[in-house]
């Protein structure tokens, strides 16, 4: 079992940055690859990036590639987002994943409850 708590959402000019925090509880966090996904008002819930178990391999969603960064501090139990170049696009629910190396909502076993993101042009 993994419970996640993410923060680090806010409101932001566009071109600015932000980096999203997702505090993973448990033993196992190492084994767990994990994910972020957005969700605007009234769209689809959407992968923005994920990153394996160990780290090594990461994955972008194309709107948020060269800008997007997810990576992992394995003493903290956290993956981070670093966002940079914000977008008045990017405004929406970040969510923290857990569970599978995958673009797919379906694949993923453990969800966090969501941090806002707002950018304004």
């Known amino acids: 079992q993994v419970q996640l708590v993410e923060s680090g959402g806010g409101l932001v000019q566009s071109g600015g940055s932000l980096r999203l925090s997702c505090a993973a509880s448990?033993?196992?966090?190492?084994?767990?690859?994990m994910a972020w996904f957005r969700q605007a008002p009234g769209k689809a819930r959407e992968f923005v990036a994920s990153?394996?178990?160990?780290?090594?391999?990461?994955y972008y969603t194309n709107s948020v590639e060269g800008r997007f960064a997810i990576f992992r501090d394995f003493t903290k139990n956290t993956v981070h987002l670093q966002m940079n170049s914000l977008k008045p696009e990017d405004t929406a629910i970040y969510y923290c994943?857990?569970?599978?190396?995958?673009?797919?909502?379906?694949?993923?076993?453990?969800w966090g409850q969501g941090t806002q993101v707002t950018v304004s042009s």
């Open positions: 994943a857990a569970g599978a190396f995958s673009a797919r909502v379906t694949a993923y076993d453990y």
């Open positions: 990153i394996s178990s160990g780290g090594g391999s990461t």
């Open positions: 448990g033993r196992t966090f190492s084994s767990y690859p």
